[in-house]
Nanobody, 124 residues
């Protein structure tokens, strides 16, 4: 089992940048596919990005491609989401998630473990 704790959220203006972090407990972090999802008020939770266990493969939602970068540091049991050129529509609670296996997934149901989320607010 793995426990996930997100940090790095905040309030910023459109066009700004922010880096989210997700720290994982346990000794098997490097065996999990990691993902970031987000949920805006009144909307379904949606996929943002995913990264393979060793970081060699990444996958992004079209809405963030070219602006967001997912990365991981297995020595630190941490996955990151660098968010640049933020837009008001990026405002949401951002969740970190972990999935056993090596296949990347954009499905909520594909992930077994979830963090509590961190709030990102973007003003126009």
């Amino acid at each position: 089992q793995v426990q996930l704790v997100e940090s790095g959220g905040g309030l910023l203006q459109a066009g700004g940048s922010l880096r989210l972090s997700c720290a994982a407990s346990g000794r098997t972090f490097s065996s999990y596919v990691m993902g970031w999802f987000r949920q805006a008020p009144g909307k379904e939770r949606e996929f943002v990005a995913s990264i393979s266990p060793r970081g060699g493969s990444v996958y992004y939602a079209d809405s963030v491609k070219g602006r967001f970068t997912i990365s991981r540091d297995n020595a630190k049991n941490t996955v990151y989401l660098q968010m640049n050129s933020l837009k008001p529509e990026d405002a949401a609670i951002y969740y970190c998630a972990a999935r056993t296996g090596r296949t990347l997934s954009s499905l909520n149901s594909g992930y077994e473990y979830w963090g509590q989320g961190t709030q990102v607010t973007v003003s126009s």
